[in-house]
T-cell receptor
């Protein structure tokens, strides 16, 4: 069974640009979560999608947005990139009935120059 | 306001000895706790969890202890193996919430 897959693995952008990160959950998982891991920090919750709807978002500005598609894959968009957006972005998925155990992808490393 | 704290950024242990990783939390609404392990260039992988109705959960070499009155949990690995060298994240969630709150992680190095 394929795990959570994320693309791209690495992405380099300049300040002010937009970045789009993609995530495919484990087959059968309907919930997708996005986390940011900046240098020296733990995993900071960004967004939670379930059944195509945004269910909750963390303490991040509106420049961070996303969506979930009918096939449960998800996209994270970061607009007007700032240097401090440089981080590892991790996507995780879970079954709705066992939401407390998240299964993570390997992450997308975003570097903003 | 950091609700889940791992105060030791790093820990070194000899192979075969016990590794004890600690985690403190401040939110009394948390009722489920998890440990994740993360190798470099990989995503975190679920290791073990414990519900607040228990004070201990064991899975092979890994045991998690929960002290609700102290708002403290610990992960014991015995015996420690070089392959256990990784960053360990403590996470917590509360009933009705669909997100995990993570600590900053503790880097465990098991020395052969």
């Amino acid at each position: 069974e394929a795990g959570v897959t994320q693309s791209p693995t690495h992405l380099i952008k300049t300040r002010g640009q937009q970045a789009t990160l993609r995530c495919s959950p484990i087959s059968g998982h309907t919930s997708v979560y996005w986390y940011q891991q900046a240098l020296g920090l733990g995993l900071q919750f960004l967004l939670w999608y379930d059944e195509g709807e945004e269910r909750n978002r963390g303490n991040f500005p509106p420049r961070f947005s996303g969506r979930q598609f009918p096939n449960y894959s998800s996209e994270l968009n970061v607009n007007a990139l700032e240097l401090e957006d440089s981080a590892l972005y991790l996507c995780a998925s879970s079954l709705a009935v066992s939401f407390r155990e998240l299964f993570f992808g390997e992450g997308s490393r975003l570097t903003v120059l | 306001d950091q609700q889940v704290k791992q105060n030791s950024p790093s820990l070194s242990v000899q192979e075969g000895r016990i590794s004890i990783l600690n985690c403190d939390y401040t939110n009394s609404m948390f009722d489920y706790f998890l440990w994740y392990k993360k190798y470099p260039a990989e995503g975190p992988t679920f290791l073990i969890s414990i519900s607040s109705i228990k004070d201990k959960n064991e899975d092979g070499r890994f045991t998690v202890f929960l002290n609700k009155s102290a708002k403290h949990l610990s992960l014991h690995i015995v015996p420690s193996q070089p392959g256990d060298s990784a960053v360990y994240f403590c996470a917590a969630s509360r009933a009705g919430s669909y997100q995990l709150t993570f600590g900053k992680g503790t880097k465990l190095s098991v020395i052969p």
